[in-house]
Nanobody
Framework: VRLVESGGGSVQAGGSLRLSCTASERTSTNWAMGWFRQAPGKEREFVAVMRWNGGHTRYADSVKGRFTISNDKAKNTVYLQMDSLKPEDTAVYYC???????????????????WGQGSQVTVSS
């Protein structure tokens, strides 16, 4: 399975960006897709996740109310709409996907088998 990301860039604080991640295929109805991010010198951290049927949508506390994860089933694509961006949101954002995860694994980056190439998001103050 190949994941291709697009949509990163630079924006001023308070601005918005939308990331997209398209999967070459989905292997089961239990498919889950999520977003993680990694800032320089920091570990990769969970941002948002959803089951393909729309269930179990979760957000990190740091982005709750500002970021929205959604999908387009016809396009095999998941989106991350990022609003009210802050300088601390600056990171490389990665999409991830897997079809075998139980609920307790959905926010754990090491549990995912498939990863996108990463998209740089830079927020200036």
């Amino acid at each position: 399975v190949r994941l291709v990301e697009s949509g990163g860039g630079s924006v001023q604080a308070g601005g918005s960006l939308r990331l997209s991640c398209t999967a070459s295929e989905r292997t089961s109805t239990n498919w889950a897709m999520g977003w993680f991010r990694q800032a320089p010198g920091k570990e990769r951290e969970f941002v948002a996740v959803m089951r393909w049927n729309g269930g179990h949508t979760r957000y990190a506390d740091s982005v709750k109310g500002r970021f929205t994860i959604s999908n387009d089933k016809a396009k095999n694509t998941v989106y991350l709409q990022m609003d009210s961006l802050k300088p601390e949101d600056t990171a490389v954002y990665y999409c991830a996907a897997d079809s075998t995860l139980i609920t307790s694994q959905l926010q754990v980056s090491s549990a995912y088998d498939y990863w996108g190439q990463g998209s740089q998001v830079t927020v200036s103050s």
